[in-house]
């Protein structure tokens, strides 16, 4: 296995880069849920392991059990560690999410705006500028505006995000 050349420190076996259909495949290359490794463009990734489909970009919320879902409220509600998938995901499958730094994607709304607040939405997985009956995910802004014609994938930098709602 090669190392992801995403890294700054590379670890033996990770490359954030890929998933994985199981543990144990996870296990041998010596590493654990829930372990952050840093790497270029001051990011942080961490490994989880897919509770339900997430699509490439999405906005992902964590759980304690290092579990992601595409984000929505009621999980931005629930405090849960937010990260920003650069890959899809099946459910049930392992592999790492960007949880911080620049040079990441997100899903975004149409026409949302660059270097604003960021809210959840209706549409799990992904953010917009608009605020209503939303919870503002702190800390993460996206460099680029959204398209205008629909959701797409655009840069954000991310600081520790995490919900204004816990």
């Not at 990260?83 to 899903?107: D, L, P, T």
């Not at 660059?114 to 939303?134: E, F, P, R, W």
Request: hydrophobic share 40%.
């Amino acid at each position: 296995m090669t190392e992801s050349a995403k890294l700054t420190s590379p670890v033996l076996g990770v490359n954030v880069d890929r998933v994985v259909a199981s543990a144990s495949a996870i296990n041998r290359e010596g590493f654990e849920l829930g372990k952050v490794v840093h790497g270029k463009d001051n990011s942080r990734w961490m490994a989880v392991t897919a509770g339900s489909a997430v699509t490439a970009y999405d906005c992902v919320a964590i759980d304690e059990n290092f579990e992601c879902h595409p984000i929505t409220k009621a999980r931005a509600d629930d405090g849960h560690f937010i990260g920003f998938a650069q890959m899809a995901f099946a459910i049930n499958e392992y592999g790492w999410v960007a949880m911080g730094g620049s040079n990441i994607k997100c899903r975004v709304a149409k026409s949302c705006a660059a270097d604003v607040k960021l809210y959840t939405t209706a549409t799990a997985g992904i953010l917009d500028d608009t605020s209503t009956s939303q919870t503002q995910v702190q800390g993460a802004a996206c460099v680029t505006a959204g398209s205008a014609s629909g959701v797409t994938a655009v840069e954000v930098i991310a600081t520790y995000p995490r919900s204004v709602g816990f």
